[in-house]
């Protein structure tokens, strides 16, 4: 799940074209922005929900189910600032269009996948298709609406992707325990038409004047190479070797060499002086760790209710609803409290109150009520990401100038993005290795288990919870060794919370206060 950073021109530099006084399409602009958004926004919720059943489908290992989501975090955070770019070279509508249609046909594909690979090149031709619609969404309302207009407009957009956020994921979880997880993809399909057909119908093409005919797509390779080789190395490091290290290192040389042609490209993708800005650097460092810990521990969050609690899908897709109403309903709230205080201090006690959610994520063992469970640590984890949000949002957009406001949206969303990406690979490991020492742990205990049935358990580690058995001591046994490696990435998540706390002292005590 993510929870993302909403403002003007995401992913794409600021909107300088004329905008009417009037805009005649204002509606039909929104209802094709709020759609096509909500499509991205359903397919970042709604697919953790649908794992536990597609891992059974394709006989798949944790590490593949991750490759479900990495993929495509890994296009859409590496590519999210050229999509917003291209938007304004050569139209925003344009490419608006074309990120819908890409989307959709990877949606089907997705859906029709027969193996596990097949899925996940589709996932990722899916990031590649929301790296252009994402950032298309708001640029065109930006484009669309007069000054006097666009906050209302932008608000409304984000009221409504909030509430398909919250929907997507009961519905996705009914789609899955009522139908196939393949109808968590197909879902898109009708959507798309209609946005299609509203967007060639009623929303009018606007471009940039002033922007340059450089794209810079030099720096959108080594992101995407350098991203893409250090997530294989962790997502596939359980099992060592040279090809691992190697990922590592190429990694690292693909991302320094970024950093390089970034700082000497006349149009760069992210400009790095951006940072320079002690308030923008520290935005980012907090946005960074407090995401990474909610998308990491929450992207096994079904797996545990699943696999492990026995939750049905319509169940655990309805588990987090009180999280993302939470934000919904406390958002406004809590922007008036940088107006009252600054950021500092809402984006200090919200990650704590997060840190706070996490340590009632350790209570529950398996089974229990969800409202005497889970419950509490979903609404303290609700509560103080209402209170960081708007806040976060707020310090970035202050942090810099009016004419750097667009790439520093986009350089925070992708941000967001990556640390999810690289948060789910490293607890993918730590669970791992958790979840192995606890079931090594009770099978030595089981002596008189059959080399036949030990030697079944052992060709399904890779599946963790997944595994099959008809024994119900190994069954157990398992549950008892994920839970454990489950509150091992848990205390990991309590520490990152902690950490972006404590870097909320770089953002000025004043900043955005009037």
């Not at 057909?197 to 093409?205: D, Y």
């Not at 063992?365 to 303290?380: D, Q």
């Not at 942090?399 to 925070?412: F, H, K, L, P, R």
């Amino acid at each position: 799940m993510t929870i993302v950073n909403k403002a003007p021109c995401e992913g794409a530099p600021p909107c300088t074209d004329s905008v009417p006084e009037r805009t005649q399409n204002g509606l039909w602009i929104l209802v094709a922005t709020i759609l096509a958004s909500s499509m991205a926004f359903i397919d970042g919720t709604v697919v953790n929900v649908a794992l536990p059943a597609l891992q059974v489908a394709l006989h798949a290992s944790v590490s593949g189910i991750q490759w479900v989501v990495e993929s495509y975090a890994l296009l859409l955070a590496s590519l999210l600032l050229l999509g917003g770019s291209m938007g304004d070279m050569y139209g925003r509508r344009r490419m608006f269009l074309f990120g819908v249609g890409v989307f959709v046909l990877a949606s089907t594909w997705c859906g029709l996948a027969q193996s596990m690979t097949s899925l996940i090149v589709a996932r990722g031709v899916q990031g590649v298709g929301a790296a252009f619609l994402v950032p298309g969404s708001l640029a065109l309302i930006s484009a669309s609406f007069a000054a006097n207009k666009r906050g209302r407009a932008i608000g409304t957009w984000s009221g409504f992707t909030a509430i398909t956020a919250s929907v997507g994921p009961v519905l996705g979880g009914w789609l899955v325990q009522h139908f196939s997880w393949r109808w968590v993809f197909f879902i898109n399909l009708p959507l798309a038409v209609v946005v299609v057909f509203v967007t060639l119908w009623r929303v009018p093409e606007s471009r940039n004047a002033n922007e340059g005919r450089h794209l810079d797509w030099q720096g959108a390779v080594l992101a995407t190479v350098g991203l893409g080789a250090i997530t294989f190395g962790l997502v596939e490091g359980h099992g060592g070797g040279v090809v691992v290290w190697a990922c590592f290192v190429g990694g690292l040389v693909a991302l320094a060499a970024f950093l390089m042609v970034e700082a000497h490209s006349p149009e760069p993708m992210v400009s790095l002086g951006l940072f320079r800005s002690r308030d923008f650097s520290g935005a980012n460092l907090l946005t960074f760790l407090l995401y990474g810990a909610i998308n990491g521990i929450l992207f096994f969050f079904p797996l545990d209710l699943i696999q492990v609690q026995r939750y049905s899908a319509t169940q655990a897709g309805a588990a987090l609803l009180p999280l993302i109403l939470l934000v919904f309903v406390l958002s406004r709230w809590a922007g008036g409290l940088v107006v009252r205080y600054g950021a500092r201090m809402p984006l200090t006690i919200g990650p704590m109150v997060v840190a706070l959610g996490f340590v009632l994520f350790l209570r529950p063992g398996i089974g229990g009520s969800y409202w005497t469970t889970f419950f509490p640590a979903v609404v303290s984890l609700g509560v103080g990401m209402a209170i960081s949000v708007a806040p976060l949002t707020t310090a970035v957009m202050e942090s810099v100038s009016v004419d750097e406001a667009g790439m520093a949206s986009g350089i925070n969303n992708a941000v967001s993005r990556m640390a999810g990406l690289l948060a789910i690979a490293v607890f993918g490991l730590v669970l791992a290795s958790g979840f192995n020492r606890a079931l090594d742990r009770s099978l030595a205990r089981m002596q008189e288990v059959s080399p036949a049935v030990r030697e079944n358990v052992d060709r399904q580690r890779s599946q963790l919870a997944g595994g099959q058995t008809s024994d119900s001591r190994i069954r157990q046994a398992i549950d008892d060794a994920f839970l454990s490696g489950y509150r091992d990435v848990i205390w990991l998540s309590v520490g990152l919370s902690l950490l972006s706390a404590a870097s909320a002292r770089m953002i000025g005590s004043n900043a955005s206060t009037h």
